[in-house]
C-alpha cells in the first residue's frame, strides 16, 4: 500500500525560511511532486523529483532522499500570497505510476 | 495558451438526478485524469486516460459513476443516479506523459441536495 504523511498546518513569519516535510512509503517509487492550492483554486505545479538531491526554482527547492522516503519543500523570502495547501504526491511504479496525494499541509503566513 | 477547461463551474441539483461534468485537455495532451477532492479524503485520482482509452478506473466509487472520453479533446464524468455524499469538488488534469506535471481545471463545484 501507500502512505504520505505531510505536517497538517503550520505557521510562519513573513521574510522568513519554512520548510514542509513529506515521508512517503511505497513498494514502486517513481518520483514525487509538489503542488500548491490557494482556497477555492486548482492546485498548481511546483517541483519534481525522481533522483537524490535538492531542485532549486527560486524562492521554492524541494529536496528528495530516496532511501529515507522523504521529501522537503523549501520556501525562502516568505510573502502573504505563499498561504496556501501544500500537497505531496507520489508516483509509484507499483500502482500505475498514477499518482496519490498527501492530505496537504496548510500554510499561514503572518506580518 | 488556454488550461484545462471545466464545466460547469457550480453544480446544485437534487439527489437522484443525473450530472454531467466535461472536461477539455490542453491540446497534445495524451493522458486526463479525474480527481475529487474532498475535506475528509483529500484529493482522489478516479480514472485516468491514456490516448482516450481508460487505463485505470480503480478509483471510481461505485457504478454509479462512468467517464468517457470520445475523442481527444472532450471527456465527461457522469453520476447517475447523484447522492449528496457525491458533494465534492471535481478536477479535470492533463499531462504529456505520466512523468510530467499535471495541469488541473479550475474544477466543477458539484452540491447534490
Known amino acids: 500500500g501507500q502512505n504520505i504523511d505531510q505536517p497538517t498546518e503550520m505557521t510562519a513569519t513573513e521574510g522568513a525560511i519554512v520548510q514542509i516535510n513529506c515521508t512517503y512509503q511505497?513498494?514502486?517509487?517513481?518520483?514525487l511532486f509538489w503542488y500548491q492550492q490557494h482556497a477555492g483554486e486548482a492546485p498548481t505545479f511546483l517541483s519534481y523529483n525522481v533522483l537524490d538531491g535538492l531542485e532549486e526554482k527560486g524562492r521554492f527547492s524541494s529536496f528528495l532522499s530516496r532511501s529515507k522516503g522523504y521529501s522537503y519543500l523549501l520556501l525562502k523570502e516568505l510573502q502573504m500570497k505563499d498561504s496556501a495547501s501544500y500537497l505531496c504526491a507520489v508516483r509509484d511504479g507499483e500502482y500505475g505510476n498514477k499518482l496519490v496525494f498527501g492530505a496537504g499541509t496548510i500554510l499561514r503566513v503572518k506580518s | 495558451d488556454a488550461g484545462v477547461i471545466q464545466s460547469p463551474r457550480h453544480e446544485v441539483t437534487e439527489m437522484g438526478q443525473e450530472v454531467t461534468l466535461r472536461c477539455k485537455p490542453i491540446s497534445g495532451h495524451d493522458y486526463l485524469f479525474w480527481y475529487r477532492q474532498t475535506m475528509m479524503r483529500g484529493l482522489e485520482l478516479l480514472i485516468y486516460f491514456n490516448n482516450n482509452v481508460p487505463i485505470d478506473d480503480s478509483g471510481m466509487p461505485e457504478d454509479r459513476f462512468s467517464a468517457k472520453m470520445p475523442n481527444a479533446s472532450f471527456s465527461t464524468l457522469k453520476i447517475q443516479p447523484s447522492e449528496p455524499r457525491d458533494s465534492a469538488v471535481y478536477f479535470c488534469?492533463?499531462?504529456?506523459?505520466?512523468?510530467?506535471?499535471?495541469?488541473f481545471g479550475d474544477g466543477t463545484r458539484l452540491s447534490i441536495l
Open positions: 511505497t513498494s514502486g517509487f517513481n518520483g
Open positions: 488534469a492533463s499531462s504529456l506523459s505520466l512523468n510530467q506535471p499535471q495541469h
